[in-house]
């Protein structure tokens, strides 16, 4: 992925450092001006339902984003929260019936990120959750 993403970059002349880590492990605190995720955010449960043509050809790994399906998208917010700078960006997509879950966790009293914005898909459910991180 990483080398596809150097080729791409090249391709399109822009500058970008490539970082490859167990979610922002690698990355240094207040260093990052904008994180863009699709976690993995289906719940254990739904995992094993999934239709065969996603659940056979795509790893666990990508598909599962743990019981409740919340787990990644709360370690990613957590993460953000040390490596993103004053008034940086976490967007990230999530399921289409966690638009609640992931207010009730970016709500006004996080202490470090608060939900700006939550983007609709065609069909009307929130999807893309657009978070800003407070300044310090």
Not at 22 to 41: F, T
Not at 80 to 109: H, K, N, Y
Request: glycine share 8%; net charge negative.
């Amino acid at each position: 992925a990483l080398a596809l993403a150097r080729l791409n970059a090249n391709a399109l002349g822009v500058n970008i450092r490539l970082v490859q880590s167990d979610w922002l492990a690698a990355v240094e605190d207040n260093s990052v001006d904008l994180v863009v995720s699709n976690p993995p955010y289906i719940s254990e449960q739904e995992c094993d339902g999934l239709d065969r043509t996603v659940r056979d050809f795509e790893p666990r790994l990508a598909l599962s984003g743990g019981g409740t399906g919340m787990e990644a998208i709360s370690r990613l917010v957590q993460e953000a929260s040390r490596v993103l700078i004053s008034g940086g960006w976490l967007l990230m997509e999530i399921g289409d019936d966690q638009a609640e879950a992931v207010t009730e966790l970016l709500c006004p009293t996080h202490p470090t990120i608060q939900l700006n914005n939550l983007k609709f898909d065609y069909a009307g459910r929130a999807r893309i959750v657009m978070a800003r991180r407070r300044s310090r």
